[in-house]
């Protein structure tokens, strides 16, 4: 079965720069949402979006921006990197309201 | 505040053995609970999930029992394995669209042979 799809897999920045995440998520699946996971944490919610709309809006900096697309795949923008973005990032996508999330492999962010 | 409490923080189970985790919640709108399973590097993968309406879900060697007047939920790995070796989080959600899972702090489970 597709599972959720996150690209890349890991990311190297410098300080001060910019990364996009991107999520595909399980097809006919048409909510995302965005995670963030420090070193021994458990998932922190950055932010959801249904039917492209954003839906919810949990800890997520200033510096971040998401965007759900036309095809239901999301973006992650984030600016002005800072060493505590260092993470794993996790899209998760469901079918309908209230339903099970599937996470995706997630993107390990290190900045330098 | 942590909306939802999970304990132990570390478990260690020998091969055959009951493997337990606990979760308190403190917000009474929550009616969906899944357990989810996280093996390092790996994203989190749904294990078993419960709404407040059934007091115990079982689903193989896994059970989730719920106490909806306590507000704590549980998670049993019977005859548990060396493979079930992972971190566990409890988690808990609201039936709306695009409502986020707010998780426990997770629980590492080290199975012995």
């Known amino acids: 079965a597709a599972g959720v799809i996150q690209s890349p897999r890991h990311l190297i920045k410098e300080k001060r720069e910019t990364a996009t995440l991107k999520c595909y998520p399980i097809p006919r699946h048409d909510t995302v949402y965005w995670y963030q996971q420090g070193p021994g944490q458990d998932p922190q919610f950055l932010i959801s979006?249904?039917?492209?709309?954003?839906?919810d809006k949990g800890s997520i900096p200033d510096r971040f921006s998401a965007q759900q697309f036309s095809d239901y795949h999301s973006e992650l923008n984030m600016s002005s990197l800072e060493l505590g973005d260092s993470a794993l990032y996790f899209c998760?996508?469901?079918?309908?309201?209230?339903?099970?999330?599937?996470f995706g492999q997630g993107t390990r962010l290190t900045v330098v | 505040q942590q909306q939802v409490k999970q304990s132990p923080q570390s478990l260690i189970v020998q091969k055959g053995g009951i493997s337990i985790i606990n979760c308190a919640y403190e917000n009474t709108a929550f009616d969906y609970f899944p357990w989810y399973q996280q093996f390092p590097g790996k994203g989190p993968a749904l294990l078993i999930a419960i709404r407040p309406d059934v007091s115990e879900k079982k689903e193989g060697r896994f059970t989730i029992s719920f106490n909806k007047s306590a507000k704590q939920f549980s998670l049993h790995i019977m005859d548990s394995q060396p493979g079930d070796s992972a971190t566990y989080f409890c988690?808990?959600?609201?039936?709306?669209?695009?409502?986020?899972?707010?998780f426990g702090g997770g629980t590492r489970l080290m199975v012995k042979p």
């Open positions: 988690a808990a959600s609201y039936n709306n669209a695009g409502n986020m899972l707010t």
């Open positions: 979006f249904y039917e492209k709309m954003q839906s």
């Open positions: 998760a996508s469901s079918l309908v309201a209230g339903a099970e999330a599937f």
